[in-house]
């Protein structure tokens, strides 16, 4: 005959045997469903803002601009993120870039030779590494900071000249074409979709010797990210 004590251990053993199964297949499930990795495509708008120096003058002759913007840069491009903790991850980018400008900024020809310019566009390819801190990690809007370097580099400049079309200037003007660049975002992520707003600056001047120059370009792009998949 099966004592009272024997049940009671019983159903203590039964109740601990069912905890465990829960937590097993709870921990499995959530094995199955984590990931380590995030890809996705992004695009871009803003503008930019450059600033050139005449390291062999004391004082400019008239017409000879310092500063000037972009009419408006935009881009597209790819990302990767990997999953580092609950806060932090890793990130990767590889964008392409085009930036409207005005008329022969990085020429510098004759004012009588820009009024034949009509157009210019600039294409740009950048790549980007960088580190992400998600503020409040457990939320299903999660908050975030991130900052990265990289390097752009122009490939080409397409030019409209007034009774010849378009006009191919892949020299980059005789400046040097590769631009060290850091930047810095803050935004927000929910599921698969993240806007930010992203400031980046040139960590050095692209120098043309010829003439003993150099620009700086510093911009604001708002960002939108969509993650396409995910992978362990």
């Known amino acids: 005959m099966v004592s009272i ?6 159903k203590r053993n039964l109740h601990l045997l069912l905890v465990l199964t829960f937590q ?6 959530n094995a199955q469903n984590s990931h380590k ?20 003058w004391n004082d ?20 990767a993120e990997r999953i580092i903790g609950k806060r932090f991850s890793a990130l990767a ?17 004759s004012r009588t030779a820009s009024q034949w310019i009509t157009k210019e566009m600039h294409h740009r390819g950048a790549v980007d590494l960088g580190l992400r801190w998600y503020v409040n990690p457990e939320s299903k809007l999660r908050f975030f900071a991130d900052g990265k370097i990289g ?5 080409a400049a397409v030019q409209h000249l007034e009774g010849y079309g378009k006009v191919v200037i892949k ?4 400046y040097n074409r590769i631009s060290p660049v850091a930047s810095g975002s803050i935004g927000l992520k929910w599921n698969r979709l993240a806007l930010s707003t992203e400031y980046r600056h040139d960590l050095a001047a692209v120098k043309r010797n010829r003439a003993a120059t150099g620009i700086k370009a510093q911009g604001l792009v708002g960002k939108v990210a969509l993650t396409l998949f995910k992978a362990r």
């Open 37 to 56: 990795w995030e890809f996705g495509i992004q695009a871009e708008h803003g503008r930019d803002w450059y600033h050139r120096d005449y390291y062999e």
């Open 60 to 79: 400019l002759p008239n017409g000879y601009i310092q500063n000037f913007p972009s009419y408006y840069s935009r881009g597209a491009g790819f990302n």
């Open 24 to 29: 097993t297949a709870f921990t499995q499930a």
């Open 5 to 10: 004590k024997s049940l009671i251990m019983l």
């Open 171 to 174: 020299d980059g003007f005789e």
């Open 151 to 155: 390097a752009n580099m122009l490939v």
């Open 93 to 109: 980018q590889v964008s392409y870039l085009q930036k409207k400008m005005p008329t022969d900024m990085f020429g510098e020809t």
